[in-house]
Every structure is written in structure tokens, then in C-alpha cells.
């Protein structure tokens, strides 16, 4: 027969005991370990952030670049466009836009005529009234501009292409590219449309003097209901003397696009 094995003695049930808590020195070396994952993901979010802004920054300065380009080639100076976004900012804010709106507008309407950057010279240039193929041709830059901004995903370049369109629709349904008429024009193209006109008529241009502010204000008066929209016609003559402050203020200061981007102080 085979010789069994001695049992094995019999070890007693341990007591029920709680789980021994961590050391000191575990919840420490933990508490640290997770600090250093908060400080390195934040660090992470705000390089990346920090990256996006400067793509965004260096995406709307070749912009305007490209729009001063084609404001060179229509009125020689390029100072124009910078005055449009200062006025279409002080304009927004007399309506009642909220602060980064108006903001944002400032440094999108200069580029309300890139489009110009396809135009030919003769048409561009010339003199006196556009024969029907001319104003077909000239009539393109809208559509050019918007096409040039492209379909963005960042605000800013979004609400550049929506004034680009929409800077020449007039407030009877005449305009164009699209004929909209009324609210249905955006109000970013609205408020572009009269302070380009003011501050187009106030300068030297290839073929004609600058007109005088009030001969200015007169034929925006004049445009009331029919270019334009009236309710930012009248609030426009209304504070015609900060707008037209704020031109000499910035014709002085001589921005640049930083100071475009970041604002002047107002006079």
C-alpha cells in the first residue's frame, strides 16, 4: 500500500482586517506624480493654443498683405483700407455691436477689396464711367475676394469673405454680385459699404480731387434708402465729427498692422 501523506497542519483564519493604508511616502510620490501630469498637459494645451495663434496671426497678415497689394495698385498708398478698419470698428460700436465684434470687424474690412488683385489696370484705372464689358469685369472683385479668403474655419477670415460679397449689394436690391437688399445684406458688408464711400470720396483718387467732408456727407445723405442703410446713414452723419477725428487721428499715428490688429487709442 501506498503510504499517505501527512496532512498539513491547518493554519487559522486571519482576523478581518482593513486594507493597510498607502505610506506617507506613496501619497506623496503619487500627489506629485499627478502634479506633474496637470503642469505638463497645461503646458501642452497652452503651446498648442500659442501655435494656432500664430498660424491665425501669419494667415491674416499674408492676407493683407495681398489686400494692400491691390490697394497699391488702385490708389498708390494702401492707407485707405487701414482708415476702413478703424472707421467700420467706431461705426459697428455707434450701432450698438459688442466691443469684440467691432473689434474683429476692424481687422476684417481691410480686406473687403482684395479681389481688386485680379483686375486688370485698364479697367481698374481708368478714368471716368466703365463701358457694360468694363463693369462686368469690375463687378467680379466681390466674388474674387470671398474666393481668395476661401472657406475658412476661423471667424476671422469667415467674416472677411462675408464682407468681401457682400460690401457692394446696396440697401434697394441694386447691387451686386448677388442683388440682396434690405437686412438681408450683412450688417459687416452694410457698415463696410458707407465707410468705404466717405472715406473713397475724402481722397485723391487717378481720376478726380478728394471732395470736401461735407460734400462727402451730403452724397451719403443723399445714397439714404437707396445704397445704403438708413438707420447707419443717420448714425453716421450723427457722429460724423469722431469719424472724421478718428481719420485725421489715424492718418497721423500712420498704423501699422500690429496696430491694426491691436487697436490705436481713439482721440
Not at 503646458?43 to 497699391?72: D, G, S
Not at 470698428?89 to 481688386?116: C, I, T, Y
Request: with cysteine.
Amino acid at each position: 500500500m501506498m503510504t499517505q501523506p501527512a496532512p498539513l497542519p491547518s493554519v487559522p483564519p486571519a482576523p478581518d482586517q482593513p486594507a493597510q493604508p498607502l505610506t506617507a511616502f506613496t501619497d506623496a510620490a503619487a500627489v506629485a506624480q499627478m502634479e506633474r501630469v496637470v503642469v505638463d498637459l497645461g503646458r501642452m494645451y497652452r503651446e498648442r493654443n500659442e501655435a494656432l495663434e500664430e498660424v491665425a496671426r501669419a494667415h491674416h497678415e499674408a492676407l493683407f498683405r495681398l489686400a494692400l497689394a491691390a490697394e497699391y495698385r488702385d490708389d498708390d498708398t494702401g492707407a485707405h483700407i487701414v482708415r476702413m478698419g478703424f472707421l467700420a470698428e467706431q461705426l459697428a460700436l455707434v450701432v450698438g455691436m459688442a466691443a469684440d465684434d467691432a473689434a474683429m470687424l476692424r481687422k476684417a474690412a481691410p480686406m473687403h477689396d482684395v479681389g481688386k488683385i485680379g483686375i486688370p489696370d485698364n479697367v481698374l484705372k481708368k478714368p471716368g464711367a466703365f463701358d457694360a464689358e468694363e463693369r462686368a469685369v469690375m463687378n467680379q472683385h466681390p466674388a474674387m475676394g470671398a474666393n481668395i479668403l476661401g472657406a475658412s474655419r476661423i471667424p476671422l477670415f469667415q467674416l472677411a469673405a462675408e464682407t468681401a460679397l457682400s460690401h457692394h449689394e446696396r440697401w434697394d436690391g441694386r447691387g451686386y454680385p448677388s442683388s440682396l437688399a434690405g437686412e438681408a445684406i450683412p450688417l459687416s458688408g452694410r457698415i463696410v459699404a458707407i465707410v468705404d464711400f466717405f472715406d473713397a470720396l475724402t481722397m485723391d483718387r487717378c481720376y478726380r480731387a478728394a471732395f470736401s467732408d461735407t460734400e462727402a456727407l451730403a452724397m451719403l445723405r443723399a445714397e439714404r434708402g437707396r445704397a445704403f442703410d438708413p438707420r447707419l446713414v443717420d448714425a453716421f452723419i450723427a457722429h460724423a465729427p469722431r469719424m472724421v477725428a478718428l481719420r485725421n487721428h489715424i492718418n497721423r499715428l500712420n498704423p501699422s498692422f500690429a496696430d491694426l490688429v491691436l487697436g490705436v487709442p481713439m482721440p
